[in-house]
């Protein structure tokens, strides 16, 4: 066949990409089966999948990370990438992206899920990533499938390009025919489709599909529109090319049809892979690789509970076996201890991985997901960068038991290791271990990794915010502390001037202390024991903006010491600060909300309830049909505002913050964190 002149040769790999639950898991396991990979087509709810094979997947019936497997078909290797389509775990899908040769996006008809498909769309066009469109759940499909194409097509920059049409047998879609083929097919189930003559109905309305599915094709084509303009009948040969080289620019993506459940349209859509994805010479200049050397990229870094380390990668140039030396971006080189072919879950050691294998190394221990390895003199330049999404929202761990605290940190370290888009904080002052993440799933199924994986069983709660006070009024106060014990005595006395500083001064010592009637050896001593003093103030929380300055005082020559004015300057403070009307301060971040357009309005609503204050719209820049909305809010009010932000926006919204100022609180709220902090203290 001509098309044999374009098709690529060699190892591919492919993402399943996708909203949540549109079947990119099912869809792996039809292809694994179909192509002989697997004996038996396993299922989601049976929870004996490939792809959710791990102990988190399975408990939660969804993908949680990224899974691997290969497959032969007609003679080449195809590696998949099953990338789970809930919004938490985004991150791995980017960081895989760049490893594909194409992907494939798996959607069904449901508009409640265009949203999210235009967010993956979005990944996949920023990164230059050739997709597909399978629809899936095809046997459930009720609409038009041009009706589908009208609902899905605002999701895509590159236009939608229908390359089946369903064929019915009453309501019932029963198969469907290639449009650049121009064949029919019937479906089977769990059997390939078979060939049927392609008449009447079904010949007229492949006609009129083919017709405009060339069109498009003419867009970017001007000997085809001349053709179709002239009405000659284009050469099936230059329609496939034409097809293959618009999808490897991205400037279409085509559209295919299926049942993953059922195993319908699987072996067509492993066609188009197998004659229109690209292969590994055209990923490897899409990500600009340098020949004469082995390079390969890191798509995912597993530390499983036994085996240790290892890192997934795609070899984009060269060939990696056992023992062969890899160095990071910084230069520091590892050693391959072994080579892995992945089937989800399980492992099987395999001879060297050559250009375009998807393969794992065993025990590279400085490699990092989104790194490009290779084994030049110098580092080779990063073929991608992986950045996280900002962490949204966050949780407090603590061990069950004391006995694991250092435990808990080193198992931390591994889970960041395999998914970059968590974080941990170290809050010193709440000695609380705060872990941040895109979501409440994500962060359960960390916990939930931590008991599993490491054996640590942790319980969690909300971070402590960032409470402050400070003081409205100033006071003149005198400290003395004075203790008559038999022999050796202690005194210590001061004078000091309290006044309030404005927002963000912090603290400031200093005096005016004529004649010596505090000596200056003892001085010091005042300032530590005010500044130990302002970690508690009246209403439990750290005092700031705050000024204190030593103005008179006494001493005794054989009991004044150290210690007897740290006292003194304690008990000035303690004494006066409840007289100065102390306030609460909370601090108030910056947020930005971005959200689609329908949803602003809802923003607004949502701020009131947690309040916030608007402070102004925008649209949002290079993203039609959504708006940027810009908010001051309240720490605490932040620390599950994704949750609903996101019921809010069909799961899309998001939104950054940063802390911008300490704010006086008042009334209710006030009492009510106070009288919670004395509660907690006592
Ligand atoms: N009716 C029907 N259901 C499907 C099809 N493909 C997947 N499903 C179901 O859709 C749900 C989500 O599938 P899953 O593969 O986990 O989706 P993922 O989140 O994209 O990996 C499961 O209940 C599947 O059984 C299909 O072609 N037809
Ligand atoms: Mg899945």
């Not at 990500?287 to 050397?293: A, D, H, I, P, Y």
């Amino acid at each position: 066949m001509a098309q044999n002149g374009t098709r690529a040769t060699g190892p591919r790999c492919i993402a399943l990409v996708g909203p949540f639950q549109s079947g990119k898991t099912t869809l792996l396991e039809a292809i694994l089966a179909r192509t002989g990979a697997i004996q038996r087509q396993g299922t989601v709810e049976a929870e004996n999948t490939v792809g959710d094979a791990s102990k988190e997947a399975r408990h939660h019936k969804m993908s949680v990370e990224l899974s691997i497997a290969s497959t032969n078909f007609m003679g080449d290797t195809y590696t998949f990438v099953d990338c789970p389509g809930s919004v938490e775990f985004v991150h791995d899908m980017r960081a895989a992206l760049p490893a594909v040769d194409a992907a494939v996006v798996v959607c069904e008809l449901d508009e409640k899920k265009v949203p999210q498909l235009q967010l993956i769309l979005r990944e996949l066009e920023a990164q230059k990533v050739p997709r597909f469109l399978f629809l899936n759940k095809i046997d459930k499909a009720d609409s038009t499938i041009h009706e589908a194409l009208r609902l899905l097509q605002p999701a895509s920059r590159g236009k939608l390009l229908l390359r089946q049409i369903p064929t019915f047998s009453g309501d019932i879609i029963t198969g469907f025919v290639d449009l650049a083929l121009e064949r029919a097919f019937v479906y089977k189930e769990h059997a390939p489709s078979e060939v049927v003559p392609l008449e009447g109905d079904a010949l007229d309305r492949e006609k009129t599909a083919r017709f405009s599915m060339l069109e498009t094709l003419a867009d970017h084509d001007d000997e085809l529109m001349e053709q179709l303009l002239e009405d000659i009948q284009p050469p099936r040969d230059k329609v496939f090319d034409d097809l293959s080289k618009e999808l490897r620019e991205g400037l279409v993506c085509p559209v295919l049809l299926g049942s993953a459940t059922r195993t319908n349209g699987v072996l067509r859509l492993m066609k188009a892979l197998r004659h229109e994805s690209p292969g590994i010479a055209e990923t490897a200049k899409r990500l600009g690789v340098k020949g004469g050397q082995t390079v390969a990229y890191v798509l995912k870094t597993i530390n499983s509970a036994h085996g240790g380390k290892m890192s997934a990668v795609r070899v984009l140039a060269g060939k990696i076996g056992d023992g062969a030396n890899l160095m990071n971006a910084d230069g520091q080189v590892g050693r391959v201890a072994a080579v892995f072919r992945l089937m989800g879950q399980q492992t099987e050691k395999r001879g060297a991985a050559e250009a375009g294998d998807t393969v794992a190394l065993g025990k590279l221990e400085h490699a990092e997901t989104g790194e490009t390895l290779s084994d030049g003199q110098q580092p080779h330049p990063p073929v991608a960068k992986a950045v996280p999404h900002p962490p949204v929202l966050s949780i407090a761990v603590v061990a069950k038991e004391r006995k694991d605290d250092v435990k808990l940190g080193q198992a931390l370290g591994k889970l960041l290791e395999e998914d970059p888009s968590i974080s941990v904080v170290h809050n010193a002052e709440a000695h609380e271990v705060v872990l941040w993440g895109q979501g409440e799933m994500q962060l359960r199924v960390a916990t939930e990794r931590l008991v599993e994986r490491f054996g640590i069983p942790t319980t969690s709660h909300k971070p402590t915010v960032g409470y402050r006070e400070t003081i409205k009024k100033g006071i003149v106060q005198r400290g003395r502390h004075k203790k008559q014990s038999g022999g050796h005595g202690q005194y210590g006395d001061v004078v000091l001037d309290i006044k309030p500083l404005p927002r963000g001064s912090g603290f400031n010592f200093s005096e005016e202390i004529k004649g010596g009637v505090v000596p200056r050896n003892y001085i010091p001593s005042v300032e530590e024991g005010v500044i130990e003093a302002l970690k508690h103030g009246p209403l439990g929380f750290p005092v700031v903006d705050i000024a204190a300055k030593l103005i008179d005082g006494s001493y005794h020559t054989v009991d004044s010491s150290d210690m007897a004015f740290q006292l003194a300057g304690r008990l000035a403070i303690h004494e006066g600060l409840p007289q100065c009307q102390p306030v609460l301060l909370e601090p108030i971040y910056q947020v930005e909300i971005v959200c689609p357009s329908e949803a602003t309005a809802k923003m607004n609503a949502l701020m009131s309830g947690r309040r916030g204050q608007i402070l102004g719209f925008d649209t949002r820049e290079g993203w039609d049909g959504w708006d940027v909305v810009r908010v001051q809010m309240p720490e605490s009010e932040i620390g599950d505002l994704i949750v609903e932000v996101r019921s809010a926006t069909a799961g899309v919204g998001s939104f950054t913050f940063k802390f911008d100022h300490m704010a006086e609180l008042m009334g209710r709220t006030a009492e009510q964190i106070v009288a919670a902090r004395k509660s907690a203290a006592a």
